[in-house]
């Protein structure tokens, strides 16, 4: 069974710095597509950033420059370092991976930004 595993969220002030880390478990996923969204209640799941098995990054317009994916593949682990932190990216913060044609989803982790 294919698992998603999210950790590193929590609470920070404005202009600090998280890490959330993903691991995937029951499969490997490293030609897989990974992901990190997020949801504040009330509103849509964004996407925050993608990356590829060949990695190539996408960021949304409003974290480029602050937040930085990558992977491991050799631990089957994706990470989304964030810096500059805004009161703007409270949320919960999903892991997502596209395997052979499937999406997965993590049980997300809390991310709160205090001004």
């Known amino acids: 069974q294919v698992q998603l595993v999210e950790s590193g969220g929590g609470s920070v002030q404005a202009g600090g710095s998280l890490r959330l880390s993903c691991a995937a478990s029951g499969s490997r996923f490293s030609t897989a597509v990974m992901g990190w969204y997020r949801q504040v209640p009330g509103k849509q799941r964004e996407l925050v950033a993608t990356?590829?098995?060949?990695?190539?990054?996408n960021y949304a317009d409003s974290v480029k420059g602050r937040f930085t994916i990558s992977r491991d593949n050799a631990k089957n682990t994706v990470y989304l370092q964030m810096s500059s932190l805004k009161p703007e990216d409270t949320a919960v913060y999903y892991c997502?991976?596209?395997?052979?044609?499937?999406?997965?989803w993590g049980q997300g982790t809390q991310v709160t930004v205090s001004s």
């Open positions: 997502n991976a596209i395997h052979w044609g499937i999406v997965y």
């Open positions: 990356l590829t098995s060949g990695g190539s990054a």
